[in-house]
């Protein structure tokens, strides 16, 4: 088959390290990190461009490299070709290899702020996407001295005591290990900040199953989600994370 793959930059190495195993021909377009902070609606108008742009009849489908991510990927509309989903909370899901694996180990280490190399490497969003972030439009980030200028004094404490440290719930960092890169030194670096900050440190074994089964078109329904051309995406609260509309 030749399918087209959409997905965020932090898979980077990741996919390129599947698709270069996969039996079929993939072309992969990699999208800047951040897309989840300008909200559901900012997400889905980007993802649903970039699906629009594909218009080459050499495809077969067009696979989506992304979780369910706050609701950005509900609403979106497959183009001309069938549109594959994985039926992931997070890219944390496909981190590990299942959305089974992701829940036992979020429900048992309350907390944990994950790290992989995608995240550390590919840095902040940048440009339009860091200035309509969630966090840049409530004023994360800034001084306390700039939220009372523009909120007053009142209104800054509380944005301050509720926004202000976005690591407050925070008390471990967890290294998912996927075997695609200089792990050492990303583990090292994600260590030495855990010791900085007093948190608790942990490696954890990640999982390239699910990106690789994307990419070898090895969808079973209960991993994957495949939209006919012309049909939407929608939540499904029934256990499935996201359903095509109608059938739910």
Not at 14 to 22: P, Q, T
Not at 89 to 98: A, E, N
Not at 146 to 166: P, R
Request: with cysteine.
């Amino acid at each position: 088959m030749r399918l087209k793959l959409i997905t965020c930059e932090i898979f980077y190495r990741e996919f390129c390290s599947v698709v270069a195993r996969s039996p079929n021909t993939v072309d992969v377009e990699f999208l800047p990190k951040g897309l989840h902070d300008i909200g559901s609606e900012g997400m889905r108008v980007r993802l649903q461009a970039a699906l629009e742009r594909v218009d080459d009849p050499k495809y077969e489908a067009v696979l989506l490299g992304y979780g369910l991510c706050n609701n950005g990927v509900v609403g979106l509309t497959a183009g001309k070709y069938p549109l594959v989903i994985p039926r992931a909370h997070d890219c944390i899901t496909l981190f590990l290899g299942s959305s089974g694996r992701y829940l036992d180990y979020f429900n048992n280490h309350p907390g944990v702020y994950f790290k992989t190399t995608g995240w550390m490497e590919r840095g902040e969003a940048e440009g339009e996407l860091r200035q309509l972030s969630v966090g840049k439009t409530l004023g994360v980030g800034q001084s306390y001295a700039d939220l009372v200028a523009h909120y007053g004094e009142d209104n800054a404490k509380y944005l301050w005591s509720e926004l202000g440290d976005l690591t407050k719930n925070y008390r471990q960092f967890t290294y998912i290990e996927m075997g695609v890169g200089p792990e050492e030194s990303f583990a090292r670096e994600a260590r030495e900040e855990a010791a900085k900050r007093g948190w608790k440190f942990e490696k954890l074994a990640g999982d390239l199953g699910m990106f690789q089964r994307l990419v070898d078109g090895v969808w079973d329904e209960k991993e994957f989600l495949v939209v006919p051309p012309g049909r939407q995406v929608v939540a499904d609260y029934s256990g499935g994370l996201i359903s095509i509309k109608g059938t739910e």
